[in-house]
């Protein structure tokens, strides 16, 4: 007599790395197990740990290809529309497969709505603490600055000799280590440690429209020329 063999299924399991007591793998009951019990299993946070800037990565959906992206990708950027390159350029900064949580609320709040169940594949990355601010491009000294409590985005660009006379003073952002996000600088912000300031470089205001009819010029010009070339010979 032939007994049926029961399916064989791979062990679900998350990784864990950073800023852990035992980092590695832990296995899972997937869309059961959340993320405060596997971080409990690996022994909690060290003292070294920022939990502001911990993120989880679902690779599961990182793989997942972003059809649009792909498409504008392909596509030269003098043919695509202002908002198919507004989408393009923000895609690019994101981070994709990152879950939309705060992983120090899920801590405090286990079953809550931050401690979210996982699912197979998923990394959890408990990152470590930095004390500084960055701020990076047109200032004078580019680089970390000492994070010091409540100051505001204008303190950490004097701090970097201020701005350059090429910057474009009202394009400047914060990037939130926590969730990759630019944020434009206004009093209610609260800058947090490992966050970057951002000052860019001057940009002409119709620069868009200038691009694409320049590159039209050219092309324009290059085709005159093949024609010349080809009635001459």
Do not use: C
Not at 21 to 35: V, W
Not at 139 to 164: C, H, K, N
Not at 196 to 221: M, R, Y
């Amino acid at each position: 007599m032939v007994y049926p063999v029961a399916e064989w299924r791979r062990r679900q399991s998350v990784t864990v790395e950073g800023e852990v007591r035992f980092p590695g793998e832990y296995s899972i009951i997937e869309g059961k197990t959340r993320i405060s019990d596997v971080i409990a299993r690996a022994g909690g946070p060290t003292r070294s740990a920022s939990l502001v800037g911990s993120r989880i990565l679902r690779r599961r959906v990182q793989a997942e290809p972003d059809q649009e992206f792909l498409r504008l990708s392909r596509m030269p950027v003098a043919d695509m529309k202002r908002e198919e390159y507004a989408y393009f350029k923000a895609r690019s900064r994101e981070l994709r497969g990152y879950l939309s949580i705060d992983v120090g609320t899920a801590l405090e709040s286990p079953g809550g709505v931050d401690d979210a169940p996982l699912v197979d594949g998923d990394l959890i990355v408990i990152n470590r603490a930095r004390a500084t601010i960055e701020v990076a491009g047109q200032v004078r000294r580019p680089g970390l600055i000492e994070f010091d409590e409540g100051r505001s985005t204008q303190f950490y660009i004097d701090q970097a000799g201020g701005v350059l006379s090429n910057a474009h003073r009202r394009g400047i952002r914060v990037i939130k280590q926590g969730t990759g996000l630019w944020v434009k600088p206004s009093q209610d912000l609260r800058l947090e440690p490992g966050d970057t300031i951002f000052v860019p470089e001057k940009e002409s205001i119709e620069w868009w429209e200038l691009f694409k009819e320049g590159l039209l010029v050219v092309s324009q010009i290059a085709t005159t020329v093949f024609i010349i070339q080809s009635v001459v010979h």
